[in-house]
């Protein structure tokens, strides 16, 4: 009975008795969920087109923010030594893009055009791969030490009520949702946007009507890039360019099973609930167990739901047969 | 020329069934336990048990279990680490708890323990499958990680978390704790290590094995000829666990002595030996074993050449290190996507017809 009185009813009377501080979970609980749904972005549109499961786009955002954090502070690269012209940020934002696109291609070039057709498992293992290879070459490039970044985005806080709330965030959600309405737009009314909505429904139908695949995967993995540098961005202004940057990853993949593999919309929801869900439970629930419940809730709470519906809130229905 | 079967007729089912039905196979083993048996112990130095040998073996166990789940039933898991985990405390609690029970008892319950909870984990892969499952067992993962961290009890209530392995004796031989000389250690490794591999090579050949291969190449089909899916994956899911626990319990007693249990078999560790069996060969009993020596020695190697022999800094040498690693990875995956021990088939096929080319 204490025990239930303990689990069941006492941290549904304390959300209950202080609206506002609950309020204030809830909130920092979207904001880290954005930040996961960005990541996890990257990770539907390769899925989508290429139907590879890119364990690399955590590596991508590091990279994104160290060639950034490079280009802003004139780092020469392989050498440490800072005596290029210090960039403004948005032409360094611009040139890393562009960086970003490179690699998109030298992806496509090298990893994944000798492996078409390969099982899903082995592709799957080449971005593990690629991971490593990314992570020891962004770091001989520019040094392994936590660099600061900062790109202009203001900082600070105010109150609503009681209710503190970060700047920082608040210009994090909006850049993040200006993302998902650009990306929205380009895929739904532009003619490569259909051309990659072609891709994503059927690779043989695609290639049949006439649509360069090989094209379509590098202007995939580019976008990716692009959502990657944005995640870099975000987790690199607010924690610090470094190592531990790769592993939100692994955060992002019980985002990526809660809203599906192939759901663009999927990946936004399950980031939220994914975020407030852990900030909830970790504040609410935590104490109960000594804390540090954040690392494994998101992914019990996913294999809670997926136990229900196992294509994921939004993914495609699974069809099976023989 | 060598490797010709010509000249050997089987002459009853037994032999046609052989696991070496070719007597140069029989030849080749020979020579290789009596190498594993005699020369590597007369040769080798506390080094070479210590970094090489034993890692090779405990990770070639561990490979055997995920490959019996990935490789045979076809259910992608990265819970390896979490599991090796299971078996490690297992093992730890069995031997301080029950001071006289005897070892090898120990490292078996602690497989079977591992096994338990393993088949909790596999209960829903049932719903689940392809890269959900696989999500779904970073849960495992990271959850038995957090366990294992955050309940002292787990650790004997030890102020610093580590777990330390008391020193115990296998027929009057010190083979755990500070004092056990590591070839005694390395010698005990391989005959466990080799016996727990012929059973699982005869267990993947017989009925069992078929309905797990059943499993993999469709599940659904296999469901319609009357396999049944429940039964046969969570099979799978328990006897993988019990070998990755005894190979976690044997990275504890045998190999390190004292670990901090998150941080020794952390998600790498998953990677680590999800990486063995795939250079080695998914479906393969010889692949884990090639596998896990190319895994672990290939670093040493590297670091070896890049800072002995180029005179390279440390630092520049590990992301150098990350770079080969990975480019070596996906060389690899290009290369030949079924793993070394399809190039060794290959190799013997060729030999066999040599020198015409069909």
Known sequence: MEFLNLVLVAPIVDMIEYPSFFIEVVFGGLMSGVMYSLVALGFVLIFKASGVFNFSQGVFALFAALTLVGLMTGTVPFTLNKSLPELPAWVAIILTFIVMIGLAIAVERIVLRPLVNQDHIIMFMSTIGLAFVLEGLGDTIWGSEVKALDVGIPTGNFLIGEIQIQIFDLWAAGIAAFLVVVLAVFFQYTRTGRALRAVADDHQAALSVGIPLKNIWIIVWSVAGLVALVAGIMWGSKSGVQFSLSLIALKALPVLILGGFTSVPGAIVGGLIIGVGEKVAEVYWGPLVDGAIENWFAYVLALVFLLFRPQGLFGDKIIERV | ?358
């Open chain 2, 1 to 358: 020329m060598l490797y010709r079967e010509s000249g050997q007729f089987k002459t009853s089912y037994s032999a046609d069934q052989a696991i070496f039905p070719i007597r140069q196979d029989n030849w080749a083993m020979v020579v290789f336990l009596l190498v594993a048996f005699i020369a590597v112990p007369y040769f080798g130095t506390e080094y070479f048990f210590q970094a090489i040998m034993i890692p090779v073996l405990i990770f070639a166990l561990a490979a055997t279990g995920l490959n019996i789940l990935t490789g045979y039933c076809g259910q992608l898991s990265l819970g390896t680490g979490g599991f090796m985990a299971v078996g490690a405390v297992a093992c730890y609690k069995l031997t301080t708890g029950f001071p006289e029970m005897n070892f090898v008892l120990v490292l078996l319950l602690s497989g079977i323990i591992t096994a338990g909870v393993g088949l909790l984990f596999g209960i829903p892969s049932l719903r689940i499958k392809g890269f959900y499952l696989a999500v779904a067992t970073l849960a495992a993962q990271f959850f038995l990680s957090w366990l294992f961290n955050k309940v002292a009890w787990f650790q004997n209530y030890t102020p610093s978390g580590t777990i330390t392995m008391p020193p115990r004796e296998v027929f009057g031989i010190a083979v755990t704790g500070a004092n056990a000389d590591a070839m005694d250690r390395y010698l005990f490794c391989l005959v466990f290590v080799l016996i727990l591999a012929m059973a699982a090579k005869n267990l993947v050949r017989g009925p069992i094995g078929r309905s797990w291969m059943a499993i993999r190449d469709m599940d659904i089909a296999a469901e319609l000829i009357g396999f049944r899916p429940f039964q046969t994956k969570l099979m799978a899911f328990s006897v993988s666990s019990f070998y990755v626990g005894v190979a976690g319990a044997m990275a504890l007693s045998l190999w390190l002595g004292s670990v901090e249990t998150a941080e020794a078999f952390d998600i790498n560790v998953s990677f680590q030996v999800l990486f063995i069996i795939i250079i080695g060969g998914l479906g393969s009993m010889m692949g884990s074993f090639v596998g896990a020596a190319f895994i672990i020695l290939m670093p040493i190697v590297l670091t070896n050449v890049m800072v002995g022999a180029l005179g390279m800094q440390a630092v520049t040498a590990k992301h150098f290190e990350f770079m080969f690693f990975g480019g070596l990875i996906i060389f690899f995956l290009i290369v030949e996507p079924h793993g070394i021990a399809r190039l060794w088939q290959i190799a013997k096929e060729k030999l066999r017809i040599w020198p015409f080319p069909h």
